[in-house]
């Protein structure tokens, strides 16, 4: 079967591609659209470094060929800081140490972001379960668990870490 | 290598699909994983994704699932509030966001947890075949299995009595692990015998058990340790060895945790 031409509304505008039948949803972020954020840490649904919002909803963009969502909404990583300005989950992330060598971090972010928009008040155990299909080998999770929270609690009307060092 | 991925959007158009000859693609959390590897020679893929077999009915009792439900749909239907343990120890949400019902009744072992559940609730299954549209009983299908060219359309069961469903998962980790064990149970107590009782292993052996051995000891028993006891000798099951845990070790704690499913403790 020939290529075939897929639409995505992607990080809120119409992006259109030449897909082949194997061309996965992270094959085209990365080499067509140049978004390296999501990775390709194992292409087999296991780490969640490659995690983006499908219509909204986490998923494994590694798993999925990219013909089957044609005219979806898919954001990423990429898509969340307003030109400098990092988003309150981002900013999160650097404020409590929750990112390191930043592999994970792309895909632990989108999983995050996917639960505050659901659960704008998630207990600690909603965030371990929210995250747990991400892999990080190198914060012991903690730091993130406590920005999820933190960046939660920020959306809640509550200044983040470093908004209160400023002053 | 995936040549080619259909995308058509009614069933029958996917059945067409099937009989000339494509695989069926749901959520593609075990499939892709195996193609990734390049491990799954040339094929021609229909998705199923567009084809109208997502949804959950529920009409008194009686629950019907579209078989390209994700798992995450199951979740969120407070209307299967008892399936909630089962669904969540699967994966992680990103895969549950894709993994599809029917996907799970054909994964292998240790995987299809949630097909070792509706096993427990004596589901069947909506199969369009050559000859049409059929039920089979989903037992029959997991032992059977079905023809390449059928397509599983949906799976319906009836709803358990309150408190009735019992499901337990053993796995290495508490979240996104796979099966060691897990126990799924219709069961139902009346003054403190067994009424009616439907047992299925996970995760155990290389298919999905129905521990009838099991069923016949409890049935009309008093359900304590003693008789969970003497229920977990009563099939001759092959546990098998794989990442997760030894046959030994599956086979020593398999009554460890038909205790805990049943009893709780
Ligand atoms: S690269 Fe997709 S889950 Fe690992
Ligand atoms: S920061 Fe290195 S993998 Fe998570």
């Keep these: ?167 | 290598m995936v040549i080619s991925v259909q995308t058509p959007d009614s069933a029958e158009a996917a059945h067409a699909a099937l009989q000339a000859g494509a695989v069926p693609l749901g959520g593609g959390t075990h499939l892709m994983t195996r193609l990734n590897d390049r491990a799954g020679g040339d094929l021609r893929l229909v998705s199923l994704r567009r084809a109208g077999l997502s949804g959950i009915g529920v009409d008194g009792a009686t629950v019907t699932l579209g078989a390209a439900t994700t798992l995450a749909d199951l979740e969120d239907d407070a209307r299967l509030s008892y399936l909630s343990g089962c669904v969540r120890s699967i994966a992680s949400p990103p895969v549950r966001n894709l993994a599809t019902v029917a996907g799970n009744l054909f994964v292998p072992q240790p995987y299809g947890d949630l097909a070792a559940a509706l096993l427990a609730l004596d589901a069947e299954l909506d199969v369009l075949g050559a000859g049409g549209a059929r039920r089979e009983p989903l037992e029959q299908v997991v032992t059977g299995g079905l023809r390449a060219d059928d397509l599983v359309t949906a799976v319906r069961f009836t709803a358990p009595a309150q408190s009735a469903f019992r499901f337990y998962k053993a796995a290495r980790r508490r979240l996104n692990s796979g099966s060691i064990v897990t126990v799924a149970a219709r069961i139902t107590v009346e003054d403190g015998l067994v009424g009616d009782v439907r047992l299925v292993l996970g995760g155990l052996a290389r298919r999905l058990v129905r521990a009838t051995g099991a069923e016949r000891v409890l049935l009309g028993a008093p359900l304590n340790a003693e008789t969970v006891a003497r229920a977990a000798e009563a099939d001759a099951i092959e546990p098998v060895d794989d990442a997760y845990a030894s046959a030994w070790y599956r086979a020593r704690v398999y009554p460890v945790h038909l205790r805990r499913a049943l009893l709780g403790a």
């Design chain 1, 1 to 167: 079967m020939p290529s075939r031409i897929v639409t995505l509304k992607l990080n809120g505008a119409e992006r259109e591609l030449i897909a082949r039948p194997s061309t996965t949803l992270l094959d085209a972020l990365r080499e067509t659209f140049g978004l390296t954020g999501a990775k390709r840490g194992c292409a087999q649904g296991g780490c969640g470094s490659c995690t983006v919002l499908l219509d909204g909803r986490p998923v494994v963009s590694c798993l999925i060929p990219v013909v089957t969502v044609d005219g979806s909404t898919v954001d990423t990583i990429e898509g969340l800081a307003d030109g400098d300005r990092l988003d309150d989950v981002q900013q999160a992330f650097v404020d409590h140490f929750a990112t390191q060598c930043g592999f994970c971090t792309p895909g632990m972010i989108m999983s995050a972001t996917a639960l505050l928009d659901r659960k704008p008040d998630p207990t600690r155990q909603e965030v371990t379960e929210a995250i747990c299909g991400n892999v990080c080998r190198c914060t012991g999770y903690e730091p993130i668990i406590t920005a999820v929270l933190a960046a939660a609690e920020h959306r809640r009307g509550v200044p983040l870490a470093s908004a209160e060092a400023e002053v």
